[in-house]
C-alpha cells in the first residue's frame, strides 16, 4: 500500500532535526562508553574545572551539549525571536490567535477540565516511572553518567514522539495530534527530570530552566485556553495546519 505524506517545510525540518538528534545521541552514547568515569566527575565537580580532562581544550563535548541545550529552551521562553516555530507552539502567541466565530465558552471550560486532568495524569506517570531513576541512583546502583545518557535518550525521544509515536498521545491525552497537544511545551521538562537528582550547575541550571519552560507554557494556558482549542482557534483545525507533521504517524483522530 502506497503513503502519501505531504513534505512540508516544517515537515522536513522536523526530520532534519530529528537526523541530528540521533547523531548527538551516537556522540554521546560513544562519550559514554569510552569516559564514563571523566563524564561522571563532570557532572559531580565545577562546570569549567575537572581534574581529569581526555580532550585538549577547555571546551569539551559536554559544555557543547549544555549550550545547545540552552539555547533549544531559551527559544521556547522567549519565541518572539524565530520566525520558523511550528504550529504547535505558534498557537499560544495572541498574533497568531484567529477566534471561531461564536464559539461555547461552556464547552471550552469542558475541554480545558478534561485536558488538565489528562495532562496531570501523564505528569503523575513520568515522576513516579523517574522516580524509580532517582532511587537507583541514590542507591548508587546508577551514576551521574547513566542519568545524562537517560536524558539524551529522551532528548532523541521527544522527537519520535512527535514524528513517529507518542504513547502519551495515544494512551492519554488522546490529542489528535502534536499541533492540538495540551502538553506539547513539557518536553524539556520530562527531557531533564534526570538532572535534577545530579546536585551540580550543568545539571540543575538545565532542570530548572525547563521548569520555567513548563511554567511559561501553563500560564499562558491557564491565561488563554481560547488559544489552544480548535473549537475556539481556527488555526489549530486541520485545514488550516500548514506544518502537517503528523503526516507519517497520522492523526489519531
Excluded at 92 to 117: A, F, R, T
Excluded at 195 to 209: G, P, Q, R, V
Excluded at 211 to 225: F, G, N, R
Aim: with cysteine; hydrophobic share 50%; charged share 20%.
Amino acid at each position: 500500500m502506497k503513503i502519501n505524506i505531504e513534505m512540508t517545510s516544517m515537515l522536513r525540518r522536523y526530520l532534519v532535526k530529528f537526523i541530528a538528534r540521533v547523531i548527538i545521541f551516537v556522540m554521546i552514547l560513544i562519550l559514554y562508553v569510552r569516559y564514563r568515569e571523566w563524564t561522571t566527575e563532570f557532572l559531580k565537580h565545577s562546570f569549567w574545572t575537572v581534574e581529569v580532562s581526555p580532550f585538549r581544550f577547555p571546551i569539551t563535548p559536554l559544555h557543547v551539549l549544555w549550550f545547545l541545550f540552552m539555547l533549544i529552551m531559551l527559544r521556547h521562553i522567549f519565541p518572539g525571536f524565530s520566525s520558523k516555530l511550528t504550529m504547535a507552539l505558534r498557537k499560544s502567541k495572541k498574533e497568531e490567535y484567529v477566534p471561531v466565530p461564536g464559539y461555547d465558552e461552556k464547552e471550552l471550560l469542558k475541554y480545558v477540565q478534561k485536558q488538565n486532568i489528562r495532562a496531570w495524569q501523564v505528569m503523575l506517570i513520568w515522576l513516579s516511572c523517574n522516580a524509580v531513576f532517582g532511587a537507583l541512583y541514590l542507591a548508587g546502583v546508577l551514576k551521574e553518567a547513566d542519568l545524562l545518557m537517560l536524558t539524551v535518550f529522551y532528548f532523541l525521544c521527544d522527537y519520535i514522539c512527535i514524528l513517529f509515536f507518542c504513547p502519551f498521545q495515544t494512551g492519554v491525552m488522546k490529542n489528535k495530534c502534536c499541533v492540538n497537544c495540551r502538553i506539547y511545551d513539557w518536553g524539556h521538562f520530562m527531557m531533564f527530570t534526570p538532572m535534577l537528582f545530579i546536585k551540580s550547575f550543568f545539571s540543575w541550571s538545565l532542570f530548572f530552566t525547563s521548569l520555567v519552560v513548563l511554567i511559561h507554557w501553563e500560564i499562558l494556558y491557564a491565561k488563554y485556553p481560547e488559544r489552544f482549542w480548535e473549537g475556539s482557534n481556527q488555526v489549530l483545525r486541520c485545514s488550516q495546519c500548514k506544518d502537517k507533521t503528523c503526516g507519517i504517524k497520522k492523526s489519531i483522530l
